[in-house]
T-cell receptor
Framework: DGGITQSPKYLFRKEGQNVTLSCEQNLNHDAMYWYRQDPGQGLRLIYYSQIVNDFQKGDIAEGYSVSREKKESFPLTVTSAQKNPTAFYLC????????????FGPGTRLTVT | AQKVTQAQTEISVVEKEDVTLDCVYETRDTTYYLFWYKQPPSGELVFLIRRNSFDEQNEISGRYSWNFQKSTSSFNFTITASQVVDSAVYFCALSPLNAGKSTFGDGTTLTVKP
C-alpha cells in the first residue's frame, strides 16, 4: 500500500527537550511538506522540500529544523526554541511542487508540558 | 499575496439535506490551481479535487459537485443528500503554477446529524 506514515501518533515531551517527528512516503513523490495545525485553525506551512538535500522555510519555520537526505524521508525536529510546540503536525507529499495535490499522513499530536 | 476565505466556520445539517461550502480566493497569478480537502475526525486530510484556473467546467463526482466561477473568484463545493459520514472539516486551498506556496483556508466544520 502506497502512502505516508507518521510516527508516533501521540508524543509527549517535557519543555526544553528537542523532539523529532518522523515522516516517510513510498509514493515516489519529489516534494514533501510539514504543516502545523492548531485547534480550530487551518494549516500553516513549516518547511517544504522539493528535492533531496534541499528545503525552504515556510511561514512559521522558527524553532523547527528539517533534513531531506533521502527522497522517502523528511523528519521534522521541534527544538526547545519553539515557543508553543503543542500542536497537531501533518506531513504531506506531492508528485512535484505546490500545483499538484498533496497527500497527507495521519499526523502526530505533540504535547509539551 | 494570496488569500483563501471560507466564511462559514461551522455548518450543521440533517442527513439527506444538500449543503454548499463556500470558498472565495484572491490571487494576482493568472495561472493557479484550486483544491478541496476533507479532514475527518481521525485527522488525516484527504484530497478531493484539483482544478486549474483555465478550466471553469463544473465537476460532479457522485454526491459531490464543484462550481468554479472565475468572475467571482469562487470555488464552491456542494454535497447532495448529505450523510453522517460527510461530517468533517473541509479545506479549500490555492496554489500558483510557478513558485509560491499553497494557501489554505481556515476550514469549514460540517456536522451532519442523523
Amino acid at each position: 500500500d502506497g502512502g505516508i506514515t507518521q510516527s508516533p501518533k501521540y508524543l509527549f515531551r517535557k519543555e526544553g527537550q528537542n523532539v523529532t517527528l518522523s515522516c516517510e512516503q513510498n509514493l515516489n513523490h519529489d516534494a514533501m511538506y510539514w504543516y502545523r495545525q492548531d485547534p480550530g485553525q487551518g494549516l500553516r506551512l513549516i518547511y517544504y522540500s522539493q528535492i533531496v538535500n534541499d528545503f525552504q522555510k515556510g511561514d512559521i519555520a522558527e524553532g523547527y529544523s528539517v533534513s531531506r537526505e533521502k527522497k522517502e524521508s523528511f523528519p521534522l525536529t521541534v527544538t526547545s526554541a519553539q515557543k508553543n510546540p503543542t500542536a497537531f503536525y501533518l506531513c504531506a507529499s506531492s508528485i512535484r511542487g505546490y500545483s499538484y495535490e498533496q497527500y497527507f499522513g495521519p499526523g502526530t499530536r505533540l504535547t509539551v508540558t | 499575496a494570496q488569500k483563501v476565505t471560507q466564511a462559514q466556520t461551522e455548518i450543521s445539517v440533517v442527513e439527506k439535506e444538500d449543503v454548499t461550502l463556500d470558498c472565495v480566493y484572491e490571487t494576482r497569478d493568472t495561472t493557479y490551481y484550486l483544491f478541496w480537502y476533507k479532514q475527518p475526525p481521525s485527522g488525516e486530510l484527504v484530497f478531493l479535487i484539483r482544478r486549474n484556473s483555465f478550466d471553469e467546467q463544473n465537476e460532479i463526482s457522485g454526491r459531490y459537485s464543484w462550481n468554479f466561477q472565475k468572475s467571482t473568484s469562487s470555488f464552491n463545493f456542494t454535497i447532495t443528500a448529505s450523510q453522517v459520514v460527510d461530517s468533517a472539516v473541509y479545506f479549500c486551498a490555492l496554489s500558483p503554477l510557478n513558485a509560491g506556496k499553497s494557501t489554505f483556508g481556515d476550514g469549514t466544520t460540517l456536522t451532519v446529524k442523523p
